[in-house]
DNA sequence: TGATTATATAAGTGAATGCTTATATAATTA
DNA sequence: TAATTATATAAGCATTCACTTATATAATCA
């Protein structure tokens, strides 16, 4: 019972978090490919201390790792999470968004150090 | 390409609704069971407005219907919503809360009319 | 080594959020 | 019909949120 209670408001907290377009847009390409900074910068043309803070919340719940390579640091989805499942499940109802990726490549702006 | 833009910002809006341990619960509840307003207010133990205006967020965004039975209003699902499958597929992932229709049972505060 | 590039973080700000209290409306009951 | 019950909504308030600007740090490059 009182496991049930944690579950389900640990379970709205992955949701909120889930709950603004750009975090939700990171996630989805985060499922497919590794990202830094700079390319979600570009991706979604903001500035970047805002894609750093977006990034810090989904980090802070460790939904995300990062992992520095030279001046890059690279995110990536953490699959070790107890909500990595829960997650995928809700990703896999989400469209896929690898046209940004492709819009980077044609950019010139893919970062694929290391 | 705009389709898809539109559809996750969708995502995020419904995702965001269900961020919250009230709606996300309530949202559980009603999909196995129709409830009142006051049902609700036993449930969660809050206040009768802040309840009516969890219900009527996800009223707004046409989650649940609302359908007055004599004096008490019975919410449920709107499994015509474009987003119900979606919403379906999250619930799937959160853990069922029946015991707290159970709880008003026992209680006595389950509401059976018409 | 100094300049540049990539990133994090702190502080400030306006808007959104979730609650409260107060009040209005609709249905039921005495 | 008056009182009660169930509900919605409005207004006010403290908190949270997502952004901005400013600054600090770390790695690379010239």
Redesign the pocket.
């Known amino acids: 019972m009182q496991t049930t209670t944690i579950k389900i408001d640990s379970a709205a907290i992955v949701l909120?978090l889930l709950?603004?377009k750009?975090?939700l847009t990171m996630v989805k390409l985060l499922e497919t490919h590794n990202c830094?900074?700079?390319?979600?910068?570009e991706i979604?043309q903001?500035?970047?201390?805002?894609?750093?803070?977006?990034?810090?919340?989904l980090?802070d719940v460790g939904l995300v790792n990062?992992q520095?390579?030279?001046?890059?640091?690279?995110?990536s989805i953490n699959t070790e999470h107890a909500f990595f499942p829960f997650l995928k499940e809700v990703l896999k109802q989400v469209p896929k968004q690898d046209y940004r990726i492709k819009y980077l490549e044609e950019n010139g702006t893919r970062?694929t150090c290391c």
Chains 1, 2 share one sequence.
């Open positions: 909120k709950g603004d750009t975090r830094c900074v700079c390319e979600f910068v979604f903001a500035s970047q201390p805002s894609i750093s803070q977006h990034l810090r919340k980090r990062e520095r390579r030279g001046q890059w640091i690279f995110y970062i």
